[in-house]
């Protein structure tokens, strides 16, 4: 017996749900990729993009995934041989990391673990301890979607100055941009990346790169340039110029109807919903923590995202099991343990385009996966949620 008729629900970090308006706004003909209304459109999303960003450098649009803006800002930026600083706090940080050594750079972690944000001042130590300024770049992920943890990226650009270190602070910001404050300038980011299919609520397929004047710079001089990624090629006035090739028009389309709904709803209202539909959600992990299967991937509650929570079952459970139940009894995708959590978590997604219903809803169907597979929980997790909203949602 199951529940699951209807439209399925996409709880995981990405692709998130695509909005009924984007879907719609993509749904067109072709247009002529030489014509005044995609030149348009193309300077209306660059602008925009660097809006999001909060930057008044440059932004760059690639037909790829975050893996690719992992790669053009790499590239644009480094040479064969030179150093970075990897910022451990989740898997995606070390990703970004271990794509810049396949590229010939030389790669230093940072080590911290998964159960906590990065110390911002150990980067300072470590920065201060680099005398010869050997380091050029510093990575780390805003929101790593792995372990559930948001970094404090104006403490850790803080650290990098306090330690007078002339590295880059890069930043992956692809599930962050859109549902959390970003600035980046105010907090010293030189190359932040982004994708299209987490809070900007678009298909997978775009990927974002915005670069400050200091990394603009230090392209000049870059040695892994290439083609396809180079900055300095899309920057020419030539339309085509600015994709290396045929634009993603489809994607554009999209992607206008997303950020127009973002400003409409505006960038403010969009970040405090993402603050109460994430505590919502932990309210409801607390309560059913008290059952000692359940527990919190981040230990600090000021260090657990808005847009994604890690949750860890103890040993003797299976979270495959509860991903499974809620899926093919109910209709609800969570997400599962990736890295070092594979078979020890799941994961719940309240990003993008995500409301209260969703999220009740997502709730309730785990609160029912519990009780169906006898997995020892706190009763009233729902509840909690309820009554947080309810609290903060006044009239």
């Known amino acids: ?20 308006e984007v879907l719609r706004a993509m749904h067109r003909p072709a247009i002529d990729i030489y014509s005044g209304a995609l030149i348009r459109m193309t300077d209306s999303l660059l ?63 940072l080590e911290a673990g998964w159960r906590h944000a990065v110390r911002p001042d150990q980067v300072e130590a ?61 907090w010293g980011v030189d190359v932040a990346v982004s994708g299209s299919q987490k809070g900007l609520m678009t298909p997978p397929g775009l990927g974002f790169v ?7 710079a230090m392209h000049e001089h870059a040695g892994l340039r290439s083609p396809y990624w180079d900055w300095t090629a899309r920057e020419g006035d030539a339309h085509y110029q600015k994709y290396c090739g045929t634009p993603p028009e489809h994607l554009m389309f999209g992607l206008r109807e997303a950020l127009d709904m973002l400003f409409t709803e505006k960038l403010e209202n969009v970040f405090r919903r993402h603050r109460l539909l994430g505590e919502a959600v932990r309210r409801a992990v607390e309560v059913w923590s008290h059952g000692h299967a359940l527990s919190f991937n981040i230990e600090a509650p000021s260090e657990r995202s808005d847009t994604v929570t890690t949750v860890l079952m103890a040993d003797g459970h299976d979270p495959g099991e509860l991903i499974r139940y809620c899926n093919t009894k109910c209709g609800v995708v969570l997400g599962i343990g990736i890295g070092e959590l594979t078979d020890r978590a799941f994961r719940i997604a309240h990003m993008g385009h995500v409301n209260a219903p969703m999220v009740l809803g997502t709730l309730a169907v785990i609160e029912i996966g519990l009780r169906a597979l006898a ?13 947080w909203l309810g609290d903060q949602v006044v009239a």
Not at 4 to 13: D, H, T, V
Not at 56 to 83: C, P
Not at 375 to 387: K, L, N, R, T
């Open 1 to 20: 017996m199951a529940v699951r008729a209807g439209r399925e629900f996409l709880a995981i970090p990405g692709p998130t749900t695509v909005p009924d």
């Open 47 to 109: 602008a925009d993009l660097s809006r999001l960003f909060r930057t008044e450098g440059r932004s760059y649009v690639y037909i790829a995934n975050g893996h690719g803006a992992w790669e053009a800002a790499l590239t644009n930026v480094l040479s064969e041989g030179e150093e970075i600083l990897v910022l451990e706090s989740g898997r995606f940080a070390l990703g970004w990391g271990e794509a810049a050594k396949t590229l010939g750079v030389t790669v230093e972690v």
């Open 126 to 186: 470590r920065l201060r301890a680099d005398q010869k300024g050997t380091i050029k770049a510093v990575l780390v992920a805003q929101v790593d979607t792995a372990s559930g943890v948001v970094n404090d990226i104006a403490a850790i650009g803080a650290a990098i100055r306090a330690a007078r270190h002339n590295a880059l602070l890069m930043v992956d910001a692809v599930a962050s941009l859109g549902c959390i404050p970003f600035e980046m300038d105010e």
């Open 210 to 216: 915005a670069a400050s004047d200091r990394a603009r």
């Open 375 to 387: 997995i020892p929980h706190g009763e009233g997790g729902v509840q909690a949620a309820i009554e």
